[in-house]
């Protein structure tokens, strides 16, 4: 089984989060990396707050705090809100 890169933006939050990240490396066959732009290595970015906006053409989740979406990325014009009956 192939295992995808996920780049951890800000970078700084890979170390961090050291933990948290190293448990989901350990069950899923992923790799957390700092984010770095023009990283060659890896498939997607995962965008806490405070990161900068994501300029490489890769997926992105945008991680969501009571301050909105952690940057505002291209092409976006807002947050997708996922709902359902259980979500107040």
């Known amino acids: 089984m ?3 890169g996920i780049a951890v933006a800000p970078a700084r939050e890979r170390t961090r989060r050291a933990r948290l990240f190293d448990a989901l490396e350990a069950t899923l066959p992923v790799r957390f990396v700092e984010y770095e732009a ?18 490489e053409d890769l997926p992105c989740l945008v991680a ?3 301050e909105g979406a952690a940057s505002p ?6 947050p997708v809100i996922i709902g359902g ?4």
């Open 2 to 4: 192939r295992v995808r």
């Open 38 to 55: 023009g990283r060659d290595d890896a498939d997607a970015v995962l965008a806490l707050p405070g990161a900068e906006p994501i300029l």
């Open 64 to 66: 969501l705090s009571e």
């Open 73 to 78: 990325m291209g092409g976006i014009d807002e």
């Open 85 to 88: 009956p259980s979500c107040a």
